[in-house]
């Protein structure tokens, strides 16, 4: 069974860069049919979906903050990282790393979930 | 960009009682709907994927039904555990997710 976990600081300075990694265990993140996601979350709203990176290392990014964003697999680590530039107090939520199965019964969903690592930004 | 809305944003409701929820597509989203459970403090947890199909380990009372752009998550006999914070999200062939901003699910 895949876990992931996330890693990465908790607290960021306005205009500075985030960086965070998710650390795939139980499972390669190389695995020819497995998707990874970033997905955030502020208090009391919605999920906001960050980007998604394929297993052959192809990416897409939400169109909001597409400028702003690269994800990256790194194989040898068996992990997937973001990278955020230019991080504002608006950026300030849970960041989770998730997981899903482009040939499972389940493709299209986020079957597996990180804890989430909480990141402030904040001078 | 296709907007997911949920209704209502918050329900309250018994132990036993059946409680629908619901989600509207701003355009057709065919079958490329999931549900998800969330409660304090923890990553959602997929409940419905492809509209009506149910996640491997999830109890039967949960089900999800619709097509196009309406469809409902239904809970058929609330638990105590079932008191939590429900999304639904669309997956684009694009390769981009949307969720809804959420129903919790409060006790009456």
């Given at each position: 069974?895949?876990?992931?976990?996330?890693?990465?600081?908790?607290?960021?300075?306005?205009?500075?860069?985030?960086?965070?990694?998710?650390?795939?265990?139980?499972?390669?993140?190389s695995?020819?049919?497995?998707?990874?996601?970033?997905?955030?979350?502020?208090?009391?709203?919605?999920?906001?979906?960050?980007?998604?990176?394929?297993?052959?290392?192809?990416?897409?990014?939400?169109?909001?903050?597409?400028?702003?964003?690269?994800?990256?697999?790194?194989?040898?680590?068996n992990?997937?990282?973001?990278?955020m530039?230019?991080?504002?107090?608006?950026?300030?939520?849970?960041?989770?790393?998730a997981?899903?199965?482009?040939?499972?019964?389940?493709?299209?969903?986020?079957?597996?979930?990180?804890h989430?690592?909480m990141?402030?930004?904040?001078? | 960009?296709?907007?997911?809305?949920?209704?209502?944003?918050?329900?309250?409701?018994?132990?036993?009682?059946?409680?629908?929820?619901?989600?509207?597509?701003?355009?057709?989203?065919?079958?490329w709907?999931?549900?998800?459970q969330?409660?304090?403090?923890?990553?959602?947890?997929?409940?419905?994927?492809?509209?009506?199909?149910?996640?491997?380990?999830?109890?039967?009372?949960?089900?999800?039904?619709?097509?196009?752009?309406?469809?409902?998550?239904?809970?058929?006999?609330?638990?105590?555990?079932?008191?939590?914070t429900?999304?639904?999200q669309?997956?684009?062939?694009?390769?981009?997710?949307?969720?809804?901003?959420?129903?919790?699910?409060?006790?009456?």
């Amino acid at each position: 069974q895949v876990q992931l976990q996330e890693s990465g600081p908790g607290l960021v300075k306005p205009s500075e860069t985030l960086s965070l990694s998710c650390t795939v265990s139980g499972g390669s993140v190389s695995s020819d049919n497995y998707y990874w996601s970033w997905i955030r979350q502020t208090p009391g709203k919605g999920p906001e979906w960050i980007g998604y990176i394929y297993h052959s290392g192809s990416t897409n990014y939400n169109p909001s903050l597409k400028s702003r964003v690269t994800m990256s697999l790194d194989t040898s680590k068996n992990q997937f990282s973001l990278t955020m530039r230019s991080m504002t107090a608006a950026d300030t939520a849970i960041y989770y790393c998730a997981h899903g199965d482009s040939y499972g019964g389940n493709e299209g969903a986020f079957d597996i979930w990180g804890h989430g690592t909480m990141v402030t930004v904040s001078s | 960009d296709i907007q997911m809305t949920q209704s209502p944003s918050t329900l309250s409701a018994s132990v036993g009682d059946r409680v629908t929820i619901t989600c509207r597509a701003s355009q057709s989203v065919h079958t490329w709907l999931a549900w998800y459970q969330q409660k304090p403090g923890k990553a959602p947890n997929l409940l419905i994927y492809k509209a009506s199909s149910l996640e491997s380990g999830v109890p039967s009372r949960f089900s999800g039904s619709g097509s196009g752009t309406d469809f409902t998550l239904t809970i058929s006999g609330l638990q105590p555990d079932d008191f939590a914070t429900y999304y639904c999200q669309h997956y684009s062939s694009y390769h981009t997710w949307t969720f809804g901003q959420g129903t919790k699910v409060e006790i009456k």
